[in-house]
């Protein structure tokens, strides 16, 4: 929580360069992309200390990986910070070496916090926690953030070397980065954008969360079980988005121009989400013969 807290001032700080600093870097206020990250982490952090503290008790292993975490962030963000200050960009930038090696360590730190982070659901699923509903919503959204995480790893690939010296990937496929895009996120709308993936899929760490409270507070009538079941078709539709939507992606389409194969995979997934729901529905316990049992 102490980072979380310092992200949010960071946050605020960054908010003032955006509206105080006129400078442009790849067609954005240059101090859009550390605001995002800041807000991504006051999120991250949040959700995180939540998580953890419905464990039944206390885990070394845990405490150690979130250690871990907050030093990944705390690498990343200087970085960030460090390389707006000097009017650089901090992803794909080979211009120098000092650049090469600073997206090199963000790299590296990136893939430790995934380790640190698969650490703290592996131990979850351990622990057991005791609310059925809470312990499958913490236990997708961990999972699938870490798949949102895999998501990103098409950007550094050799398959999205723009051939433009000093830039070693790209967000966008098709288009060159910096191009017109949806507001604030800044995704393409000319090509496609492994950043619609990587977002979805690390945000289901607050979606499933946020599903299960919403579940638990009105639809009571639904026993623990059902709840459950529920969360995991949620689950098993929220990671084949993200899969969907970095498909997409890598097809080179805009997020909001999809053609027709893309639109008949997206049918395909809610007709499949709707019939998984009325199945678990349908098999519902009743209160009475609940209370009955």
Known sequence: MFLVSVMAVLAVVTVVGILVDPRVLTGAPIWLKPFKFAVSFVLYGATLAWMLSLLPRRSRAVERAVVVIVAVAVVENAVIVGQVIR?????????????????AAMGAAIMVLFFA?????????????PDRVAATAVGWGLGLSLL???????????MQDPGIEGIGGAHSVGVPDGGPGLPLVGWSTTGGDLRIGHFVGLHALQALPILAILLSRFATRLDER?????????????????????????????LLRPDAVTLAAVAALVVATATATGLVLARRRRPELALAA
């Open 148 to 158: 949102g995480m895999l998501a990103a790893v098409p950007m550094a690939l050799p």
């Open 87 to 103: 009017g650089q960009t901090s992803h794909f930038n080979d211009t120098t070496p000092l650049n090469t090696a600073l997206f």
């Open 226 to 254: 059902t709840r459950a079941r529920l969360l995991v078709v949620a689950g098993v539709a929220y990671g084949v988005l993200t899969v969907l939507l970095t498909w997409q992606a890598l097809r080179e389409q805009p």
């Open 117 to 129: 982070h698969l650490v703290i659901g592996i131990v979850v699923l351990i622990q057991r926690i």
